[in-house]
């Protein structure tokens, strides 16, 4: 198990810049994922550890050796850098067995046969493919495919496993199946892994830590909880679900603890409290998220407690989701999503208040972007 | 997995398209020692298969005299090209090669929805069967057509005289029609391999989208279908008008006994039909059709400019059926009646002559195998044999060699220089055989005596090598295409160098491709007649040459035996390549 440090890492396309200052440390045996919308330089980052492309600056190092140093041209190609690399296509190659193909990383460093065999069997064991050993690689499905795949990235025991989408060519309900059993085989190993997906709820679901990447840069770094709960900016806060984005300004500003302060905003036609990372002095412009999940509906005449906040509209829609209902509210400050019970009784055109507690209720700064 | 695999290629080369132009001077510095000296190596080989012959035909089209000896330079070769008698040879190559373009293609885009959009019985047999006449050699069907059609004792006419009782004979293939028909022979099964498989991967939604919009069936066919196939065919047709230009074989057998000159023919008979030989004409005749073919291209891109053939998948679609009926087996006797006249006819017309005493003449006591003697008994068809064969096998294999390096290089790196490696190989594409023999013909003899090519069968094998060496690029790019660069880059990461990559990936992944393309060269080779009949001399004759010199010298009987031995050779060398396509290039 390795660590893996990239400082300052950049990667020009030409003009186009794919990848800018990307700094970051995943400690031995840490789960981090790498995620953003397409074309955010997810992959890029990831194809720079794994030695598949060059980085135009900055310095990357795996388990405190160097393996690419663009100022002093150091460029390890990727067979001499020890990792496991899961594709998103799998690369199964078509013309070996299952088992030849994972035993290919093992054959190609020329270890003896005996140890092939039991490595390659006790791998597949792992995966749960023992049985499909002498299967030809065509004859598989994606699910088994993904398996295969892993397979042949642990068989070595490489410093750092890597892993690009690959659970996005799977069906609904086996990403999460495979999702599952693979975060259990990465505890188990204890393996250093980079992620990459566009996929929030993997990207939650499956890491220790998670990068929002956005237009080449971090946005942010932390535990998925954190995350989602505080995120640092509109676009992360945005990233995740379906929140309401409220605009509002700040009017007084008050610190709870080391890391939250208590901000109080007005918006159009409401006012309350909501809490943010970072002072903000008062007459600024904020943007307030509001998860629909932490929202409720009550009857008009329902005032709101001490501690929440309340906006007042009509309900424009109600949509049947399964274990919720997804209730979108006209307000004056527009539209507003609340996560329901799934079988309440609420008409289109009923007048209902929302209410939001107010530590659920998160403030972002106003960035250039959002407007 | 395909499709996302293949999107994937397709944005990454977008990205790597960028990359490969700021990156120059890393990728330089990354470039290792070895790399160069190999990059350079291939260069120059390739510098002497297209650029040389091409620069000798250039000097020798400027130059008074022939090839070695003293003389001036001047511009009379092309002064003699601006004769009369050229322009008529001018205007008979392209109208005789837009005579046989039309009626082909039609013929083609016919047997191609026959055979992949209907239900005709025995379809797969039948696609067989009708692009069989495409490896034949085009000397065989050209002199069994000799046979079938001459005038005055050729099987058609002696039919249709028992038949009707008449004194006339309709049929005179030396003639317009009979260079037009022999064309055409070669050229609609060419067009049926170049479209079936446009016509084979279309995706079906494509065309029932249209019709769930509204659109009738015909209004279908003329604005989705036919404006989804039109790239392809175009591609096609101009590819075939190419090869009409630069056909030798038959304006050689039906047009000069007729009298109607041709470029080609043109060429070969100011060298070799002429004393003292015109080179100076030649040449400058040479570059002349080189620079017609050059405009051709130069049109087809700009044509087919943004927009590209059907992407072929072959996987996923099951593509529209239409149920004929009745009308089935209409289709199917229009498919095996191009097999009977294109296949059946020329080769039956071999096995009756090699049996008949004397050609014509057919009676029961004519009957004699002493044809089958003398051309065993007979050292210069074993020389033949022997040197074809080994032509064959060394050519083909250092052909598919070269194309597969050339391939990978302009396909699958972002190596400096590879757009010249990709351009020198596709060069000989504009060159047909008979101008490349003629560059070569200088070429070597104007190499210094060390270097003793010139009159052995090394100076055949390095023209087939160049003549192939754009067909084999061909091929081994379409078979890299189709390769994830996933399945190469898993194998580097997961601790493979790139020569072990090369081996246990790429090549064990292509090599399907290689012998199909390898089969393909062959034939090539074993067809091959224009440029062996300029570069070979006594000892290094090939089997076409031989069988030219045969018909020469009027002995169409031991003709016909030479002739059968070979299509016994291509069919089994095309039953090889259709079981090597079935067991490996399907499942993959």
């Known amino acids: 198990m390795s660590n893996v440090v990239l400082e300052k890492v950049s990667r020009n396309f030409g003009e186009f810049v794919a990848v800018s200052g990307f700094d970051l440390r995943v400690n031995e045996g840490e789960f981090v994922t790498l995620l953003g919308p397409s074309g955010c330089g997810k992959t890029t980052t990831l194809r720079m550890v794994a030695g598949l492309e060059q980085n135009s600056e900055g310095r990357i190092s795996i388990g405190n050796e160097v393996v690419s140093d663009a100022s002093r041209g150091v460029f390890v190609p990727s067979e001499r850098r020890r990792l496991g690399m899961v594709f998103q296509s799998y690369a199964i190659w078509p013309h070996m067995t299952v088992f030849e193909n994972v035993a290919y990383p093992l054959r190609v460093r020329r270890r003896p046969n005996a140890e092939v065999q039991d490595l390659v ?195 424009a829609q109600t949509i049947f989701r399964g274990a919720t209902r997804s209730i979108v509210v006209e307000t004056d400050n527009g539209r507003f999503n609340v996560d329901a019970a799934a079988f309440v009784d609420y008409a289109i055109g009923d007048s209902v208040n929302v209410i939001v507690p107010q530590r659920a209720a998160w403030a972002v700064p106003r960035d250039e972007a959002a407007s | 997995m395909s499709i996302s695999a293949g999107d994937r290629i397709g944005s990454l080369g977008k990205l790597r398209l960028i990359a490969r132009l700021s990156g120059g001077l890393r990728l330089l510095r990354a470039t290792s020692a070895g790399r160069i000296a190999g990059l350079t190596a291939l260069i120059l080989i390739l510098a002497f298969l297209s650029f040389y012959p091409l620069s000798m035909l250039l000097y020798g089209s400027l130059h008074s005299t022939p090839p070695g000896m003293a003389g001036t330079f001047n511009l009379a070769g092309y002064q003699d090209v601006l004769s009369q008698q050229s322009l008529i040879a001018l205007l008979n190559t392209v109208g005789l090669a837009l005579a046989k373009t039309i009626p082909s293609l039609v013929i083609a885009v016919l047997l191609a929805w026959i055979l992949a959009r209907t239900d005709t ?116 047709a101009i590819l075939s008008f190419i090869r009409g230009i630069e056909n030798f074989e038959s304006p050689l057998f039906f047009g000069s006994p007729a009298n109607i000159r041709v470029i080609t023919t043109d060429i070969y008979d100011s060298i070799n039909q002429r004393s003292p030989p015109q080179y100076q004409y030649a040449t400058a005749v040479s570059f002349v059709i080189m620079m017609l073919l050059f405009l051709i291209v130069l049109l087809q891109w700009k044509l087919l400019r943004g927009r590209s053939f059907i992407t072929v998948s072959g996987k996923g679609y099951t593509p529209a059926v239409i149920k004929l009926g009745k009308w089935r087996w209409a289709t199917f006797a229009f498919c095996a009646l ?98 490349l023999g003629v560059g070569f013909l200088w070429g070597f003899a104007l190499l210094p005596h060390a270097i003793p090519i010139y009159g052995t069968i090394w100076a055949l094998l390095l023209a087939y090598i160049s003549l192939g060496t754009p067909l084999s690029v061909r091929v081994m790019s379409s078979a890299y295409a189709q390769l994830s660069f996933d399945l190469e880059e898993c194998s580097r990461v997961h601790g493979a160098s790139w020569l072990q990559t090369m081996r246990h990936i790429m090549i064990a992944l292509a090599w399907p491709s290689f012998a199909v393309g390898w089969v393909l060269i062959f034939f090539g080779i074993m067809r091959e007649l224009s440029a062996s009949v300029l570069l070979y001399s006594v000892g290094s004759e090939v089997l076409s040459v031989v069988l030219l010199k045969l018909w020469v010298n009027g002995n169409a009987e031991q003709v016909s035996v030479v002739g059968l031995i070979m299509v016994v050779l291509v069919l089994l060398f095309r039953w090889v390549q259709l079981k090597v396509i079935k067991a490996h290039i399907s499942t993959l």
């Open chain 1, 121 to 315: 069997t006790k791998t597949l064991r792992l995966v749960e493919m023992e049985r499909f050993a002498q299967r030809p690689a065509p004859a598989l499905s994606g699910g088994q495919q993904q398996r295969v795949a892993i397979a042949r990235a642990l068989v070595f025991e490489p410093k750092v496993l890597l892993l690009d989408e690959p659970l996005s060519n799977l069906d609904a309900k086996l990403r999460l199946q495979m999702g599952d059993e693979f975060r259990a085989i990465q505890r188990r190993l204890g393996m250093t892994t980079l992620y990459v997906t566009h996929d929030q709820s993997e990207a939650m679901a499956l890491s220790d830590r998670v990068v929002v990447m956005d237009r080449g840069r971090i946005q942010q770094v932390g535990a998925p909880e954190e995350i989602y709960r505080y995120p640092a900016n509109r676009t992360v806060a945005a990233f995740f679900g379906t929140p309401n984005l409220l605009d509002a300004e700040v009017e007084a500003c008050a610190r709870i603890d080391g890391r939250r302060v208590r901000l109080d905003v007005v918006g159009q036609g409401w006012r309350g409290s909501c809490e943010a990372a970072d002072e903000v002095r008062p007459g600024q412009a904020v943007t307030i998220m509001v998860r629909p999940e932490d929202a409720h509906l009550a009857a008009v005449d329902d005032n709101a407690g001490e501690r929440e906040l309340k906006w007042s509209g009509r309900i």
């Open chain 2, 121 to 236: 019985p025995f379809r797969g047999t039948l696609e067989v069967l009708v692009t069989l006449p495409f490896f034949v050699p085009p000397i065989l069907t050209a002199m069994a057509w000799g046979m079938l059609g001459n005038p005055q004792v050729g099987l058609l006419n002696q039919l249709f005289q028992w038949v009707t009782g008449s004194s006339v004979a309709p049929i005179n293939v030396y003639s317009y029609g009979g260079v037009v028909w022999h064309m055409m022979q070669y050229s609609t099964p060419f067009l049926f391999l170049l479209i079936v498989d446009a016509f084979r991967a279309m995706d079906p939604s494509l065309e029932e989208a249209a019709r769930m919009c509204g659109a009738s069936r015909w209004r279908t066919f003329r604005t989705i279908t036919l404006q989804l196939m039109l790239p392809a065919l175009t591609s096609a």
């Open chain 2, 338 to 435: 191009f097999f009977v006249v294109m296949v059946v006819l020329p080769v039956g017309q071999l096995l009756i002559g090699s049996f008949f005493k004397f050609f014509g003449f057919y009676q029961w006591d004519m009957l004699t195998l002493e044809h089958y003697r003398a051309v065993f008994a007979s050292s210069e068809f074993w020389r033949g044999f022997g040197n074809t064969m080994l032509l064959g096998l060394i050519g083909a294999s250092l052909t598919m060699v070269l194309g597969g390096m050339v391939a990978y290089i302009s396909v699958r790196t972002k190596w400096r220089g590879r757009s010249l490696i990709d351009a020198m190989a596709w060069l000989p594409w504009m060159m047909p055989g008979i101008v």
